[in-house]
């Protein structure tokens, strides 16, 4: 089956920007801010890289990290299967959360789309869901705020959210 996401969006904590990549143009095209789209659903999954067979790794999108089972892979085959517990600490993967998004292109059309949460983005996106009915309202990116660990400078993005305008409500 055909995946029905138009686009696949990511925060660049070293950047603090917004990007998804087209691939006809093989780019990252960034995001103008603020971009605002409603939560359709969320997952949770692993990505990252693995240095030592230089892949990305990948898994299935689960709801329940204790009671679904997730099968982490690189382009070499199968790294570790089980509850995010059990794969946890393979080298390289992150958890991350997976959300799929209403959100309007360029044509002012209602798209699918999804914003993978991971790292600093994770971190912000978990704070600001805290107490909310993220099904509710409109969701924004609305910029990134510098922080520092160490040596690493990094952005986290900055999350608001609004009521649904009547003519989203309307799409």
Known sequence: STNPCKKWFEWSGSTGQLYYYDKEKGEKIDVELPFTFLVLDQLSTITGYSDDQQSGIWS??????????????????????GLYNDVKNIKGARYTKSIYIGYFDENK???????????????????????????????????????????????TPSFSSREISVDTDLA
Request: charged share 20%.
């Open 60 to 81: 299935n999108e689960i709801r329940s990290t204790n009671t679904d089972r997730l099968v982490v892979k690189t382009k070499n085959g199968i790294l570790g299967a």
């Open 109 to 155: 059309k209602l798209q699918i789309g999804n914003f993978k949460a991971v790292g600093a983005a994770l971190s912000a996106w978990i704070e600001f869901s805290k107490g909310k009915n993220l099904f509710q309202d409109a969701i924004s990116v609305t910029g990134g705020t510098k922080a520092k660990k160490g040596a690493t400078v990094y952005y």
